[in-house]
């Protein structure tokens, strides 16, 4: 309906409400002064501001509903002077103008919490498809996550953000598979370890036979000259499947291998008198390869220094379980870490 304003009007009326009590207040005051009045809510007692009524006069009808507002401006036939007019003190309809007040409001509160509700139960129903979403393309990982959640700190943090966001970054999930793959690379080395236990036995003595699998190859300064030395630790076996270790220098006959690889040499061994599991080898001689290796890179360190590593090139061979056969001559890069 279009309005046709006349003029405004600043009324002598004041209106407001006491909040916790959900209660309207009207007060007339023609003395001037400033657009608030102060009121006691008799309830409660809190102090209630009330405002100062502007009425617009248009040629809308003025009704019921001009009688029971609260706002502080009035745009009806009435330019504001029967505007919040039922909650004067001296009104006969307060009574009910404050219960349907309170009624109205106890409805347009539910049908805020309603549409709260239905905002919230439809955010949520997105955040749990796209949590499904995510567990549905990395399995693996959902999988660890739930595993862990309670006792791994990572893993609690990334779950809460899957929570909350409802997925994870490229760069969280690969994190996650690193998690996956060191887990099971522990676990693989604590069952290895627990095997070597049960199997370990006493180290032999004297020129002995040699055969195992290489766990370290490390390059550390000579005792004995100037420069440095390349040794390796031994995990070997004895025909009846005891293991015990030894640390050697890694002969030139095994310049080419490298962590994993299974060898062969002939040494004289002495027993650790800490560990009688462990040997210390000297004179290695007559070594050789049991399995090729692969071509990888590799980094020798340094013990005792300043950290620094070194890049070798060695010769790649291949050996026979009979003996010794050499492969064409060519160069490259291992990384034998300890």
Request: glycine share 8%; with cysteine.
């Given at each position: 309906?279009?309005?046709?304003?006349?003029?405004?009007?600043?009324?002598?009326?004041?209106?407001?409400?006491?909040?916790p009590?959900?209660?309207?207040?009207?007060?007339?005051?023609?003395?001037?002064?400033?657009?608030?009045?102060?009121?006691?809510?008799?309830?409660?007692?809190?102090?209630?501001?009330?405002?100062?009524?502007?009425?617009?006069?248009?040629?809308?009808?003025?009704?019921?509903?001009?009688?029971?507002?609260?706002?502080?401006?009035?745009?009806?036939?009435?330019g504001?002077?029967?505007?919040?007019?039922?909650?004067?003190?001296?009104?006969?309809?307060?009574?009910?103008?404050?219960?349907?007040?309170?009624?109205?409001?106890?409805?347009?509160?539910a049908?805020?919490?309603?549409?709260?509700?239905t905002?919230?139960?439809?955010?949520?129903?997105?955040?749990?498809?796209?949590?499904?979403?995510?567990?549905?393309?990395?399995?693996?990982?959902?999988?660890?996550?739930?595993?862990?959640?309670?006792?791994?700190?990572?893993?609690?943090?990334?779950?809460?953000?899957?929570?909350?966001?409802?997925?994870?970054?490229?760069?969280?999930?690969?994190?996650?598979?690193?998690?996956?793959?060191?887990?099971?690379?522990?676990?693989?080395?604590?069952?290895?370890?627990?095997?070597?236990?049960?199997?370990?036995?006493?180290?032999?003595?004297?020129?002995?036979?040699?055969?195992?699998?290489?766990?370290?190859?490390?390059?550390?300064?000579?005792p004995?000259?100037?420069?440095s030395?390349?040794?390796?630790?031994?995990?070997?076996?004895?025909?009846?499947?005891?293991?015990?270790?030894?640390?050697?220098?890694?002969?030139?006959?095994?310049s080419?291998?490298?962590?994993?690889?299974?060898?062969?040499?002939?040494?004289?061994?002495?027993?650790?008198?800490?560990?009688?599991?462990?040997?210390?080898?000297?004179?290695?001689?007559?070594?050789?390869?049991?399995?090729?290796?692969?071509?990888?890179?590799?980094?020798?360190?340094?013990?005792?220094?300043?950290?620094?590593?070194?890049?070798?090139?060695?010769?790649?061979?291949?050996?026979?379980?009979?003996?010794?056969?050499?492969?064409?001559?060519?160069?490259?890069?291992?990384?034998?870490?300890?």
């Amino acid at each position: 309906m279009h309005l046709e304003v006349a003029n405004t009007t600043r009324t002598a009326r004041f209106v407001g409400r006491c909040e916790p009590c959900a209660r309207p207040f009207a007060v007339d005051d023609p003395s001037g002064g400033s657009d608030n009045r102060k009121v006691v809510c008799p309830d409660c007692e809190a102090v209630v501001v009330l405002s100062r009524i502007y009425g617009v006069t248009t040629t809308m009808v003025c009704s019921g509903a001009c009688m029971d507002a609260t706002g502080r401006a009035c745009d009806c036939a009435c330019g504001g002077a029967n505007h919040a007019g039922s909650y004067l003190e001296t009104s006969p309809m307060l009574t009910d103008a404050i219960a349907r007040f309170r009624a109205n409001l106890a409805k347009r509160q539910a049908a805020a919490a309603k549409a709260a509700a239905t905002r919230a139960a439809g955010k949520e129903a997105k955040r749990a498809a796209a949590v499904q979403r995510w567990q549905d393309e990395h399995s693996a990982e959902a999988d660890w996550l739930d595993a862990n959640r309670e006792d791994d700190v990572f893993a609690s943090s990334l779950a809460g953000q899957l929570d909350a966001k409802g997925t994870l970054s490229v760069a969280q999930t690969d994190a996650i598979a690193r998690s996956i793959e060191r887990q099971a690379e522990q676990e693989r080395r604590e069952l290895e370890d627990a095997a070597e236990a049960a199997a370990a036995v006493a180290a032999p003595e004297g020129t002995t036979a040699v055969e195992g699998e290489i766990l370290v190859v490390r390059v550390e300064p000579s005792p004995f000259h100037y420069g440095s030395e390349v040794r390796m630790l031994v995990r070997a076996t004895t025909l009846d499947g005891g293991i015990y270790r030894v640390w050697a220098t890694k002969p030139a006959g095994l310049s080419s291998a490298g962590r994993g690889d299974r060898v062969h040499f002939i040494a004289e061994l002495t027993r650790s008198e800490n560990d009688e599991t462990f040997a210390f080898a000297k004179r290695p001689r007559k070594a050789r390869l049991l399995v090729a290796p692969a071509l990888r890179p590799a980094t020798f360190t340094f013990d005792g220094g300043e950290g620094s590593q070194i890049r070798e090139s060695l010769t790649s061979a291949t050996h026979a379980a009979g003996g010794s056969g050499r492969a064409s001559q060519q160069s490259f890069p291992w990384s034998l870490e300890s």
